[in-house]
Protein backbone atom coordinates (compact mmCIF):
# COMPACT_ATOMS: atom_id res chain seq x y z
CA UNK A 1 0.00 0.00 0.00
CA UNK A 2 1.06 3.34 -0.14
CA UNK A 3 3.11 4.98 2.35
CA UNK A 4 2.59 7.95 4.67
CA UNK A 5 5.55 9.32 7.00
CA UNK A 6 4.96 11.66 10.13
CA UNK A 7 7.58 13.36 11.77
CA UNK A 8 7.85 13.14 15.23
CA UNK A 9 6.53 10.32 16.45
CA UNK A 10 6.96 12.02 20.05
CA UNK A 11 7.17 14.83 21.13
CA UNK A 12 7.68 16.17 24.99
CA UNK A 13 7.17 20.06 25.15
CA UNK A 14 6.58 22.57 27.63
CA UNK A 15 3.08 24.52 28.75
CA UNK A 16 2.64 27.81 26.11
CA UNK A 17 5.47 26.34 23.06
CA UNK A 18 4.19 25.29 19.66
CA UNK A 19 4.84 22.36 18.36
CA UNK A 20 4.74 21.40 13.97
CA UNK A 21 3.85 17.87 13.08
CA UNK A 22 4.94 16.93 9.31
CA UNK A 23 3.06 14.49 7.31
CA UNK A 24 4.49 13.16 3.81
CA UNK A 25 2.74 11.43 1.13
CA UNK A 26 6.49 9.04 0.12
CA UNK A 27 5.14 7.32 -3.08
CA UNK A 28 2.38 9.12 -4.27
CA UNK A 29 0.64 12.62 -4.85
CA UNK A 30 -1.86 14.16 -2.13
CA UNK A 31 -4.28 16.86 -2.96
CA UNK A 32 -5.75 16.23 0.13
CA UNK A 33 -4.62 15.35 3.99
CA UNK A 34 -6.26 15.05 6.78
CA UNK A 35 -5.52 14.95 10.52
CA UNK A 36 -6.55 13.40 13.26
CA UNK A 37 -6.84 13.09 17.30
CA UNK A 38 -7.22 10.27 19.41
CA UNK A 39 -7.64 10.17 22.81
CA UNK A 40 -6.38 7.12 25.02
CA UNK A 41 -9.30 4.27 24.18
CA UNK A 42 -11.76 6.50 22.40
CA UNK A 43 -12.39 6.63 18.92
CA UNK A 44 -10.46 8.81 15.95
CA UNK A 45 -11.78 12.29 15.56
CA UNK A 46 -11.46 14.08 12.50
CA UNK A 47 -9.48 17.62 13.27
CA UNK A 48 -9.55 18.93 9.84
CA UNK A 49 -8.96 18.62 5.82
CA UNK A 50 -5.92 19.59 4.54
CA UNK A 51 -6.08 20.74 0.81
CA UNK A 52 -3.07 21.78 -1.29
CA UNK A 53 -2.75 25.60 -1.91
CA UNK A 54 -6.13 26.26 -0.61
CA UNK A 55 -7.25 26.71 3.40
CA UNK A 56 -7.77 23.86 5.62
CA UNK A 57 -11.55 23.17 6.26
CA UNK A 58 -11.61 22.29 10.41
CA UNK A 59 -14.16 20.16 11.44
CA UNK A 60 -16.69 21.95 14.38
CA UNK A 61 -15.36 22.75 17.71
CA UNK A 62 -11.63 22.37 16.49
CA UNK A 63 -10.01 26.02 16.94
CA UNK A 64 -8.36 27.47 13.75
CA UNK A 65 -6.09 29.59 15.57
CA UNK A 66 -4.85 26.86 17.76
CA UNK A 67 -4.26 24.14 15.37
CA UNK A 68 -2.72 25.36 12.19
CA UNK A 69 -2.48 23.83 8.94
CA UNK A 70 -0.12 24.21 5.92
CA UNK A 71 -0.45 22.02 3.07
CA UNK A 72 2.20 23.90 0.47
CA UNK A 73 2.40 20.74 -1.59
CA UNK A 74 1.66 17.74 -3.34
CA UNK A 75 3.60 15.32 -0.78
CA UNK A 76 3.43 17.89 2.59
CA UNK A 77 0.73 18.98 5.54
CA UNK A 78 1.81 20.39 8.58
CA UNK A 79 -0.22 21.01 11.48
CA UNK A 80 1.43 23.37 14.05
CA UNK A 81 -0.29 23.06 17.56
CA UNK A 82 0.37 26.76 19.37
CA UNK A 83 0.76 27.81 22.76
CA UNK A 84 0.05 24.12 23.35
CA UNK A 85 -0.94 23.55 26.95
CA UNK A 86 -1.59 19.92 29.10
CA UNK A 87 -4.91 19.81 27.63
CA UNK A 88 -3.30 19.30 23.99
CA UNK A 89 -1.65 16.05 25.40
CA UNK A 90 -3.21 13.58 22.49
CA UNK A 91 -2.23 11.06 19.50
CA UNK A 92 -2.05 13.13 16.10
CA UNK A 93 -2.39 11.47 13.16
CA UNK A 94 -2.50 12.07 9.44
CA UNK A 95 -3.56 10.43 6.76
CA UNK A 96 -3.96 10.99 2.78
CA UNK A 97 -5.75 8.91 0.47
CA UNK A 98 -4.39 7.13 -2.66
CA UNK A 99 -6.87 7.61 -5.74
CA UNK A 100 -4.71 4.85 -7.66
CA UNK A 101 -6.31 2.05 -6.03
CA UNK A 102 -10.03 2.47 -4.05
CA UNK A 103 -9.43 5.96 -3.09
CA UNK A 104 -8.02 4.24 0.14
CA UNK A 105 -7.06 5.99 3.61
CA UNK A 106 -3.69 5.75 4.45
CA UNK A 107 -2.07 6.38 7.36
CA UNK A 108 1.45 8.08 8.67
CA UNK A 109 2.36 6.50 12.03
CA UNK A 110 1.33 9.21 14.85
CA UNK A 111 2.55 11.88 16.86
CA UNK A 112 2.10 11.75 20.41
CA UNK A 113 2.16 14.82 21.66
CA UNK A 114 3.17 15.52 25.82
CA UNK A 115 2.50 19.11 26.92
CA UNK A 116 4.27 19.07 30.57
CA UNK B 1 -28.01 7.26 14.58
CA UNK B 2 -24.29 7.53 14.22
CA UNK B 3 -23.47 7.13 10.50
CA UNK B 4 -21.41 4.62 11.07
CA UNK B 5 -22.03 1.93 14.11
CA UNK B 6 -19.51 -0.64 15.71
CA UNK B 7 -19.98 -3.53 18.28
CA UNK B 8 -17.32 -1.27 20.98
CA UNK B 9 -16.75 -4.79 22.23
CA UNK B 10 -14.92 -6.23 23.70
CA UNK B 11 -14.86 -8.88 21.58
CA UNK B 12 -13.05 -12.40 22.78
CA UNK B 13 -12.46 -15.32 21.12
CA UNK B 14 -9.74 -18.32 21.67
CA UNK B 15 -6.75 -18.64 19.08
CA UNK B 16 -7.84 -20.42 16.14
CA UNK B 17 -11.71 -19.69 16.05
CA UNK B 18 -13.25 -17.26 13.67
CA UNK B 19 -13.58 -13.72 14.80
CA UNK B 20 -16.55 -12.00 13.28
CA UNK B 21 -16.82 -8.32 12.85
CA UNK B 22 -19.98 -6.54 12.19
CA UNK B 23 -20.83 -2.73 11.48
CA UNK B 24 -23.79 -0.89 9.94
CA UNK B 25 -24.03 2.25 8.27
CA UNK B 26 -26.50 5.00 7.68
CA UNK B 27 -25.87 6.78 4.45
CA UNK B 28 -27.39 3.99 1.53
CA UNK B 29 -25.30 5.52 -1.09
CA UNK B 30 -22.15 4.66 0.47
CA UNK B 31 -19.69 3.87 -2.15
CA UNK B 32 -17.11 1.72 -0.85
CA UNK B 33 -15.81 0.55 2.79
CA UNK B 34 -12.94 -0.36 4.24
CA UNK B 35 -11.82 -2.13 7.49
CA UNK B 36 -8.46 -1.27 9.31
CA UNK B 37 -6.56 -2.88 12.22
CA UNK B 38 -5.43 -0.32 15.11
CA UNK B 39 -2.93 -1.56 17.62
CA UNK B 40 -2.45 0.23 20.68
CA UNK B 41 -0.40 3.32 20.78
CA UNK B 42 -0.12 2.59 16.86
CA UNK B 43 -2.39 4.28 13.80
CA UNK B 44 -4.61 2.54 11.77
CA UNK B 45 -3.29 0.47 9.38
CA UNK B 46 -5.11 -1.03 6.47
CA UNK B 47 -6.88 -4.43 6.08
CA UNK B 48 -9.19 -4.62 3.35
CA UNK B 49 -11.81 -2.48 0.74
CA UNK B 50 -14.82 -3.59 -0.47
CA UNK B 51 -17.14 -1.97 -2.90
CA UNK B 52 -19.42 -4.91 -4.32
CA UNK B 53 -21.74 -6.52 -2.70
CA UNK B 54 -20.60 -10.55 -1.86
CA UNK B 55 -17.52 -11.44 -0.11
CA UNK B 56 -14.20 -10.19 -0.71
CA UNK B 57 -11.52 -12.54 0.43
CA UNK B 58 -7.79 -11.88 1.18
CA UNK B 59 -5.27 -14.50 2.91
CA UNK B 60 -7.16 -15.23 6.70
CA UNK B 61 -9.80 -11.98 6.06
CA UNK B 62 -13.42 -12.17 4.76
CA UNK B 63 -14.89 -8.87 4.19
CA UNK B 64 -18.92 -9.01 3.60
CA UNK B 65 -20.95 -6.52 1.98
CA UNK B 66 -24.75 -5.85 1.92
CA UNK B 67 -25.42 -3.06 0.61
CA UNK B 68 -29.79 -3.42 1.13
CA UNK B 69 -29.18 -4.24 4.34
CA UNK B 70 -26.74 -1.85 4.93
CA UNK B 71 -23.70 -4.00 6.25
CA UNK B 72 -20.14 -4.71 6.20
CA UNK B 73 -18.46 -7.40 8.14
CA UNK B 74 -15.10 -8.48 8.16
CA UNK B 75 -13.96 -12.38 9.24
CA UNK B 76 -11.38 -13.86 10.93
CA UNK B 77 -10.30 -17.43 10.23
CA UNK B 78 -7.65 -19.27 12.61
CA UNK B 79 -7.51 -15.94 14.70
CA UNK B 80 -4.02 -15.56 16.35
CA UNK B 81 -3.24 -13.50 19.57
CA UNK B 82 -1.40 -11.28 17.16
CA UNK B 83 -4.66 -10.58 15.82
CA UNK B 84 -5.66 -8.53 19.06
CA UNK B 85 -6.27 -4.96 18.56
CA UNK B 86 -9.15 -2.66 17.66
CA UNK B 87 -10.55 -2.74 14.01
CA UNK B 88 -12.52 0.20 12.53
CA UNK B 89 -14.66 0.27 9.94
CA UNK B 90 -14.73 2.98 7.33
CA UNK B 91 -17.30 4.07 5.19
CA UNK B 92 -16.96 6.13 1.91
CA UNK B 93 -19.32 8.77 0.19
CA UNK B 94 -17.90 11.38 -2.35
CA UNK B 95 -14.54 11.28 -0.30
CA UNK B 96 -15.87 11.56 2.46
CA UNK B 97 -14.38 8.75 4.62
CA UNK B 98 -16.49 8.35 7.85
CA UNK B 99 -15.07 5.61 11.16
CA UNK B 100 -16.83 3.89 13.19
CA UNK B 101 -15.52 3.79 17.05
CA UNK B 102 -14.05 0.10 16.57
CA UNK B 103 -14.30 -3.27 17.97
CA UNK B 104 -11.71 -4.35 20.16
CA UNK B 105 -10.54 -8.03 19.67
CA UNK B 106 -8.74 -10.13 22.13
CA UNK B 107 -7.45 -13.26 20.73
CA UNK B 108 -7.00 -15.53 23.71
CA UNK B 109 -4.15 -18.23 23.43
Known amino acids: GAVVSQHPSRVICKSGTSVKIECRSLDFQATTMFWYRQFPKKSLMLMAT?????????EQGVEKDKFLINHASLTLSTLTVTSAHPEDSSFYIC????????????FGEGSRLTVL | QKEVEQNSGPLSVPEGAIASLNCTYSDRVSQSFFWYRQYSGKSPELIMSICSNGDKEDGRFTAQLNKASQYVSLLIRDSQPSDSATYLC?????????FGAGTRLTVKP
Open chain 2, 90 to 98: AVNRNNDMR
Open chain 1, 50 to 58: SNEGSKATY
Open chain 1, 95 to 106: SARDYRGAGELF
